[in-house]
């Protein structure tokens, strides 16, 4: 057998590597919600989590519907409230919100192309069916004459609370969300121009924030005010396994391992990233044993690493199904995030195991968009050196996995043995 020289050999492995678990993996769902009749058909364009932190297992689903407003379901699937002032195009949660009193509560926020601006509620976590209320309900939206097609929020590394607003127009506003009495102002920060945004995540430990941006791919920028505007492309469409690009989710396993989940509405699969590298992990597609009623056209996603009760105490997947064929519309589909990890080969990390015994339910994450990148220096950008700068230009780059590099290393130390 001819030996292959170590470059050589490296090619092979980082070919072999990178062209692993190219199918997509089939995931069961196990819960889909039941949504009733609605006016002009159901339209789901996106969905949020509210973790509830004195019951985890009655946390909520918040969907945001383009032709009715906003719905908060159960995570057995039942509808529980309909928050019909006007339609939404997208809406997103963060817990610890301060409020009048010295208390707090989780914030929501909703684009709404009917009052044309950003509609911030709560989410009060004794309130019988289902809990949303409009914050001020007076006052006018923030950023009032203004359509958002994707909203998220997020916090700063100074604790502050910010949000993320895709212009229907195209581009992307950052403000910096301040409660005031009985209510909230929304001071502008920063205007990046993004082209047609989709989809938004923001990865707290990075400092990242990445953007699904239509008919190019993923971008990533800085999550800060001060970061500047200029982007890096991730993962163009073609690359990564990417037909095309719609919303993201963040997995968080750890303060920094993790995955980002990329939705593809093409293909109707799931991407996955690792969350240090950006390295595409696989892709899956979520259905019932035997594919029917697979989730199809997707437009919203979740991914949640901490236990929620007795039904999900491995963390929630939730995907919004466009072409629902068992119920009146379309509809969101659960499953557990042990049954995505282990329909991996290896599987994907689990972080939250049931023998732990529960979850933090006052984190505030919602788990929707995000993903990271590792600066360079080992460290997430904001902890331990390693600034914005340094992490941008290795965006693109796909790690060699841990075996590929232990198999090299070895077989460069052999070749040295038999030289010497």
């Known amino acids: 057998m001819r030996n292959l020289s170590l470059p050589a050999l490296t090619a092979v492995l980082v070919s072999a590597a990178a062209g692993a678990q190219t199918a997509p993996v089939a995931v069961p769902y196990t819960v889909q919600t039941q949504p009733g009749a609605r006016s002009g058909g159901g339209t789901v364009n996106d969905v949020a989590l509210w973790v509830n932190p004195a019951d985890p297992a009655a946390s ?40 009048a009193g010295g208390t707090s509560a989780a914030l929501v926020l ?43 929020l997020a916090r700063g590394a100074d604790g502050t609370i910010q949000a993320f607003g895709g212009l ?20 502008p920060q920063r205007d990046i121009p993004a082209g047609a945004v989709l989809g938004l995540v923001v990865d707290p430990a990075y400092r990242a924030l990445y953007v699904a941006q239509q ?54 699969t799931f991407v996955v990233f690792d969350r240090r590298t950006l390295g595409r992990v696989g892709a899956f597609q979520l259905g019932q044993d035997g594919g029917t009623d ?4 997707s437009r919203g996603l979740v991914a949640y690493s901490g236990a929620l009760g007795t039904a999900f105490p491995e963390g929630l997947f939730v995907a919004h199904d466009g072409v629902s064929s068992s119920t009146l519309s379309d509809n969101l589909k659960l499953t557990s995030w042990g049954n995505v990890a282990r329909a991996f080969s290896p599987p994907l990390i689990i972080a939250q195991q049931p023998a732990d015994g529960g979850v933090d339910g006052g984190t505030g994450k919602d788990g929707g968009g995000g993903v990271v990148v590792n600066p360079g220096n080992g460290n997430p950008s904001g902890e331990g050196g390693g600034t914005d700068d340094d992490s941008g230009c290795g965006c693109t780059s796909t790690s060699v996995p841990a075996i590929a590099t232990l198999g090299l290393l070895a077989l460069s130390l052999l070749g040295r043995r038999r030289r010497s």
């Open 294 to 297: 697979p989730v199809e056209q």
């Open 60 to 99: 909520r689903l918040i969907t945001a519907d383009q032709n009715n407003g906003l719905f908060t379901y159960a995570l057995d699937g039942g509808e529980l409230q309909a928050v019909t002032e006007g339609t939404s195009a997208s809406v997103d949660v963060l817990g610890g919100f301060p409020l």
């Open 110 to 152: 909703s684009a709404n192309p009917t009052l044309s601006g950003l509609v911030p509620y709560v989410m009060d976590a004794t309130a019988d069916g289902g809990g949303l209320t409009r914050l001020s309900p007076t006052a006018a939206p923030l950023d009032v004459g203004v359509t958002y097609g994707t909203v998220r």
């Open 215 to 268: 008919g190019q791919g993923l971008y990533r920028y800085g999550a800060d005010a001060d970061a500047g505007t200029q982007g890096a492309l991730v993962v163009g469409l073609g690359d990564g396994g990417l037909t095309s690009v719609g919303r993201l989710a963040l997995y968080e396993a750890s303060g920094v391992d993790g995955y980002l989940v990329a939705s593809d509405p093409s293909a109707n």
């Open 168 to 187: 229907a127009s195209g581009g992307l506003r950052q403000f910096l969300l301040t409660p005031t009495d009985g209510g909230v102002t929304a001071t």
